[in-house]
């Protein structure tokens, strides 16, 4: 290796003597940073998505390998954003992998005082059980001049606004058959 | 919005809110715009603003109003574009007595049910039109919300006068209503410096009109309030006034604070309405389809509204398909029908009472995230059952064991007999489906991965509990399980989870041909005779061609500025709403600095940057043949095309329940006595005289210094409402770790707080303590000769979560705008106290104290009509079933 090489191996020299000064970029790389890569860059697919906290709909390019979101970026191509995500968007990826998120289903009793563990199909199962009898309990056919009124008030839902419209669309069709029609959603709040 | 020459945010911190949104409004500085910050606080967006005014909160309409003033008493309206697309010229009933006349009350106001009929606010010679009776019974069902997608019904062959000199017309009336609304009074009332006032009065009438445009931009500051539909019409007016609307870098821009919430108002998940703001049938008034059906078109008026009936029968058609034929009304005997008021503040009332059995929590946390949290969880610890689908362990799933009210004992675990199921849900990059930004654009996000474990998506859980609901019901003679059984149910499904399709649901909101199953293309093939079935009217031709248009992603700098093929807007990709108006009379842009949309005459079509909101072949020079009615009874230059008149409305005779003009009413919670008028607050207001329910007195009640201070509540960038969504990233939390309270230097040393040491604020609700800001971002204003004190806090905090806090909420009581039942969570009054709040039972002692001395009496509201008002009969009868 001659001189050369070995001065153009100094950071210091080539901070002092290229186009980096603050020796933040090209200066200060080494043999190890230059043959590092972003983990964006083996990722098996990337999904394009829309931020889930404000209105604003930033886009965002969601990557993924191994069947794990490795990173969330804003996308350069969406004209709202033009790729700039804030501290919400940016952290969205440590929202979906929080250790804090629950992925079974959780129980408890009336009068409990504990959790209790409960499976998806059997709980679906109690909820469709518990929405026909508050049905049954509390429908009302007509009104007090005989006028229909087809509903029941026992059944409630407050919905936030991260749903999807095809989600809220079901949701409405399926409580308004059933007859429930105390459907609220953030949108009033 | 970076086409902008001025631009006015008020009621948003848009930099720290709307973070990536801002850049347009720095864009737009960039190119030259000046920018105006009104708000309590002085925040980032005050930071980068021209200007910053300090407010005194719930005082916006006096400033708004006096700008109206401003532009009235100086002649500086663009004349030209108010006579022709506004209803300035428009004749007012002889009937009509404005509030400035009566102390602050309109005519036709009805003490008993607190309500007006609208007959005197009408058009001259339409008196006996505006079949309103009382309204009381619109407020119950929120019927305001109806207008978002088109106006109220009002006559259209009307008296007007060109020359806006008659005393009657409504240029003239809006004159006389905001003479008062003087910059002396904005001092006055709102705290706001003459001066100050004047550099923005200034700045948007010079940089507006033919050359120049201005925007407007609010959100939850402006909406949650006793009178937030009326802040919103005052700035639409100025809007109006300026010749701002239908133009590009004008506009009113509401900033809505969640991914989908636009979304899911337009498919809504509320109660008083069907997809495309169709309302829900209401038991008296809609007694069959075809009373349901002119409710919402108003035979005989003008506008796209006129073709109700399709759109309706083509929602049935979607969801009861082949049941709901012609000669069945489409099935319209299967909707439940309203009674009166069934929104969320009254169920959580109900679920106090016992009169509610389970409650469904989709992704939302009322235990911190709605005002009075301590009702919300009372209800909730009173049901037989309770359903929580969300990705974390919420306060609202967990309120039965960590909750305040079990430190104070008012809930007992082993007393609380409801039944939890915790469900967890599918995060948006674990599930497919579109989101409606706020600008009505829809984006389609694709799926990155499977959900985790149990967890699962909203049409996951909905499609199977339907699916499992009518497998037990299979067999059923019940007519009750009619509209079970009938539904169209039957979506496609995928993966190991059976995952229903949700491009197919999208299909079916765009809407389809009945018989040969082709998506249509926009909502005027939408047919009234059951061949074609529509989810969401508004939506139609987002699946155009049978291509998912919401998912098209041309890259921005592909396109030009208006960017049209990334996703797609409604209605009909229209990415700016009554964009007629960027041309004049004629068809002719207003300026080429502005031009938008325009009259090609060589090709007899309206043409320009985006679709024109239009019909596209109708030339400026059209006017209708005499007894038109729907879209053949607008004008060529009736730019309004949803409004029943075709005009922007600068006098509101309908649609809205307060009044047909803004008035500045104190809060229900002030410290001030108003000084406009002896009206204290909206006479309308929605009131709940539950035990549970109090409002702090304001003036002319006793009392009234018991809680002298005003807070005010917001978001932090690092956080999202209820805290749900941050308080659980670890990141997030990081950087807001506590709950706190900003303070002025003035009221910490008049109350004894020190930088970074503890307050206690008290309500007749409830008792917070917060960490102590002391910063000069909030100043005390001079109001009236007083000083008024006003205290900021975030309204993220909880009791779960990696970060915790007392919830800003839980101050707040219960009192609702009119006209869409939203609750005034931007301000109210409250006792600030040094040091830590007390615990247990020593808790509610002290919270009981506050009331005793403030002569609260539980469920004992103070009178909707300000002692001493008069206020004549209005001798109408009508459907009067407000329960107040």
């Given at each position: 290796m001659g001189l050369r090489d070995r001065l153009l191996g100094w950071p210091v020299y080539r901070q002092l003597t290229g186009t980096d000064p603050l020796g933040r970029g090209a200066a200060a790389r080494s043999p190890r940073s230059a043959a590092l890569t972003p983990r964006t860059e083996d990722a098996d697919r990337v999904a394009r998505s829309v931020c889930p906290y404000c209105a604003v709909g930033c886009g965002q390019r969601v990557f993924v390998t191994d069947g794990q979101v490795t990173q969330i970026e804003g996308d350069p191509d969406s004209p709202i954003s033009r790729g700039r995500l804030c501290p919400k968007g940016t952290a969205s990826r440590s929202l979906i992998t929080s250790p804090l998120r629950q992925t079974t289903v959780r129980y408890r009793r009336p009068y409990g005082t504990e959790w209790e563990?409960?499976?998806?199909?059997?709980?679906?199962?109690?909820?469709?059980?518990?929405?026909?009898?508050?049905?049954?309990?509390?429908?009302?056919?007509?009104?007090?001049?005989?006028?229909?009124?087809?509903?029941?008030?026992?059944?409630?839902?407050?919905?936030?606004?991260?749903?999807?419209?095809?989600?809220?669309?079901?949701?409405?069709?399926?409580?308004?058959?059933?007859?429930?029609?105390?459907?609220?959603?953030?949108?009033?709040? | 919005m970076a086409n902008a020459d001025v631009i006015v945010i008020q009621g948003s911190n848009m930099a720290e809110a709307h973070p990536v949104g801002f850049q347009w409004v720095m864009e737009a500085k960039r190119r030259g715009a000046k920018v105006f910050h009104i708000d309590p606080r002085f925040t980032r967006t005050s930071a980068v603003a021209d200007a910053y005014l300090p407010i005194r909160a719930g005082t916006d309409i006096a400033l708004l109003g006096a700008v109206v003033n401003y532009i009235l008493s100086n002649e500086l309206d663009f004349r030209e574009y108010v006579l022709a697309y506004t209803n300035a010229?428009?004749?007012?009933?002889?009937?009509?007595?404005?509030?400035?006349?009566?102390?602050?009350?309109?005519?036709?106001?009805?003490?008993?049910?607190?309500?007006?009929?609208?007959?005197?606010?009408?058009?001259?010679?339409?008196?006996?039109?505006?079949?309103?009776?009382?309204?009381?019974?619109?407020?119950?069902?929120?019927?305001?919300?109806?207008?978002?997608?088109?106006?109220?019904?009002?006559?259209?062959?009307?008296?007007?006068?060109?020359?806006?000199?008659?005393?009657?017309?409504?240029?003239?009336?809006?004159?006389?209503?905001?003479a008062r609304y003087t910059p002396e009074m904005v001092e006055r009332v709102c705290g706001v410096p003459r001066e100050k006032f004047l550099e923005l009065a200034r700045a948007w009438t010079q940089n507006s009109g033919r050359e120049r445009t201005g925007?407007?931009?609010?959100?939850?500051?402006?909406?949650?309030?006793?009178?937030?539909?009326?802040?919103?019409?005052?700035?639409?007016?100025?809007?109006?006034?300026?010749?701002?609307?239908?133009?590009?870098?004008?506009?009113?821009?509401?900033?809505?604070?969640?991914?989908?919430?636009?979304?899911?108002?337009?498919?809504?998940?509320?109660?008083?309405l069907l997809p495309g703001y169709l309302p829900m049938p209401h038991h008296a008034r809609h007694p069959d389809f075809d009373a349901w059906v002119d409710s919402i078109r108003h035979p005989g008026q003008k506008g796209f509204w006129g073709d109700a009936r399709a759109y309706a029968a083509s929602l049935l058609k979607a969801y009861w398909g082949d049941a709901a034929t012609e000669e069945n009304d489409f099935c319209y005997g299967h909707l439940p029908r309203l009674t009166g008021d069934h929104g969320t503040y009254q169920q959580v009332l109900n679920m106090i009472d016992g009169k509610v059995k389970g409650y469904f929590l989709l992704g939302q946390n009322p235990a911190v995230g709605s005002a009075h949290g301590r009702a919300q969880r009372l209800g909730m610890a009173n049901l037989d059952w309770l359903v929580v689908r969300d990705l974390f362990m919420i306060e609202s799933a967990t309120f039965w064991q960590r909750g305040p009210e079990v430190a104070t004992g008012e809930i007992v675990p082993q007393?609380?007999?409801?039944?939890?199921?915790?469900?967890?849900?599918?995060?948006?990059?674990?599930?497919?489906?579109?989101?409606?930004?706020?600008?009505?654009?829809?984006?389609?996000?694709?799926?990155?991965?499977?959900?985790?474990?149990?967890?699962?998506?909203?049409?996951?859980?909905?499609?199977?509990?339907?699916?499992?609901?009518?497998?037990?019901?299979?067999?059923?003679?019940?007519?009750?399980?009619?509209?079970?059984?009938?539904?169209?149910?039957?979506?496609?499904?995928?993966?190991?989870?059976?995952?229903?399709?949700?491009?197919?649901?999208?299909?079916?909101?765009?809407?389809?041909?009945?018989?040969?199953?082709?998506?249509?293309?926009?909502?005027?093939?939408?047919?009234?005779?059951?061949?074609?079935?529509?989810?969401?009217?508004?939506?139609?031709?987002?699946?155009?061609?049978?291509?998912?248009?919401?998912?098209?992603?041309?890259?921005?700098?592909?396109?030009?500025?208006?960017?049209?093929?990334?996703?797609?807007?409604?209605?009909?990709?229209?990415?700016?709403?009554?964009?007629?108006?960027?041309?004049?009379p004629q068809g002719r842009p207003w300026s080429e600095r502005k031009r938008y949309v325009w009259w090609d005459a060589d090709l007899g079509r309206w043409t320009g940057h985006d679709v024109p909101d239009f019909e596209l072949t109708k030339p400026p020079s059209y006017r209708p043949p005499e007894g038109a009615t729907g879209p053949a009874a607008l004008a060529g230059?009736?730019?309004?095309?949803?409004?029943?008149?075709?005009?922007?409305?600068?006098?509101?005779?309908?649609?809205?329940?307060?009044?047909?003009?803004?008035?500045?009413?104190?809060?229900?919670?002030?410290?001030?006595?108003?000084?406009?008028?002896?009206?204290?607050?909206?006479?309308?207001?929605?009131?709940y005289d539950h035990p549970v329910n109090s409002t702090n007195p304001s003036p002319p009640q006793q009392h009234d210094q018991v809680f002298p201070y005003v807070f005010t509540v917001s978001r932090l960038t690092e956080h999202h409402t209820a805290g749900g969504m941050s308080r659980t990233v670890a990141p997030l939390a990081e950087l807001q770790p506590e709950m706190f309270v900003e303070v002025s230097p003035e009221l910490a040393e008049l109350v004894g707080l020190t930088h970074l040491g503890w307050a206690h604020l008290i309500s007749a609700r409830a008792a917070i303590e917060a960490r102590v800001l002391v910063t000069d971002?909030?100043?005390?204003?001079?109001?009236?000769?007083?000083?008024?004190?006003?205290?900021?806090?975030?309204?993220?905090?909880?009791?779960?979560?990696?970060?915790?806090?007392d919830s800003a909420n839980d101050l707040f009581g219960i009192t609702l705008d009119p006209n869409v039942l939203i609750q005034e969570s931007k301000i109210g009054t409250c006792d600030v106290r040094p040091g830590r709040r007390p615990t247990g039972v020593a808790l509610g002692e002290l919270v009981q104290d506050y009331r005793t001395r403030a002569g609260i009496v539980p469920g004992v509201l103070p009178p909707a009509v300000t002692p001493g008002v008069p206020v004549e009969p209005s001798g109408s009868t009508g459907d009067a079933e407000g329960n107040r």
């Open positions: 563990d409960l499976d998806l199909d059997t709980a679906l199962d109690m909820i469709a059980d518990r929405v026909l009898a508050a049905r049954e309990q509390t429908w009302e056919d007509v009104d007090a001049e005989g006028r229909p009124l087809n509903r029941t008030l026992g059944i409630a839902s407050l919905g936030g606004a991260t749903l999807d419209n095809e989600e809220n669309y079901l949701i409405k069709k399926l409580f308004t058959a059933m007859g429930a029609l105390q459907i609220e959603n953030q949108a009033r709040i | 010229a428009t004749i007012v009933s002889d009937d009509f007595v404005d509030a400035e006349d009566a102390d602050g009350i309109f005519s036709g106001f009805d003490p008993a049910t607190a309500s007006y009929v609208q007959d005197s606010w009408q058009y001259a010679g339409h008196e006996r039109d505006s079949g309103s009776g009382l309204t009381a019974g619109e407020r119950e069902t929120a019927a305001g919300l109806r207008h978002e997608s088109h106006g109220a019904p009002v006559a259209h062959q009307v008296r007007r006068d060109e020359t806006l000199q008659h005393p009657r017309c409504v240029y003239q009336i809006l004159k006389r209503h905001f925007c407007l931009i609010y959100s939850v500051g402006w909406t949650q309030h006793t009178v937030g539909v009326q802040y919103i019409r005052t700035g639409a007016i100025i809007q109006l006034l300026l010749g701002n609307m239908g133009r590009p870098g004008g506009g009113v821009l509401a900033l809505r604070g969640h991914a989908s919430i636009q979304g899911s108002t337009d498919i809504p998940t509320l109660f008083n007393e609380c007999a409801t039944e939890v199921f915790f469900l967890p849900a599918a995060s948006h990059v674990e599930k497919e489906g579109t989101f409606t930004q706020t600008q009505r654009l829809l984006q389609w996000r694709e799926k990155a991965v499977d959900p985790p474990g149990d967890a699962r998506s909203e049409l996951w859980f909905f499609y199977h509990l339907g699916r499992r609901l009518r497998q037990k019901l299979a067999g059923s003679t019940l007519p009750r399980d009619r509209a079970l059984l009938d539904l169209t149910w039957d979506y496609p499904t995928h993966g190991r989870h059976d995952e229903p399709d949700a491009e197919a649901v999208l299909r079916e909101i765009n809407g389809y041909d009945t018989t040969t199953g082709r998506p249509l293309s926009a909502f005027t093939e939408a047919r009234d005779d059951g061949t074609t079935a529509v989810g969401c009217w508004i939506y139609t031709g987002v699946y155009a061609d049978g291509v998912n248009q919401a998912a098209r992603r041309r890259p921005g700098h592909e396109q030009d500025w208006v960017a049209a093929e990334w996703g797609w807007a409604w209605p009909a990709n229209r990415r700016l709403l009554y964009n007629r108006a960027s041309a004049d230059d009736d730019p309004f095309v949803m409004q029943a008149d075709g005009k922007g409305w600068l006098y509101a005779p309908s649609g809205v329940l307060d009044g047909p003009l803004p008035t500045h009413y104190e809060p229900a919670e002030s410290p001030v006595r108003n000084p406009l008028y002896g009206q204290q607050a909206n006479p309308t207001r929605k009131m971002r909030l100043v005390p204003l001079s109001v009236d000769g007083r000083v008024i004190h006003q205290v900021w806090l975030p309204y993220h905090f909880g009791f779960e979560g990696l970060v915790t806090g």
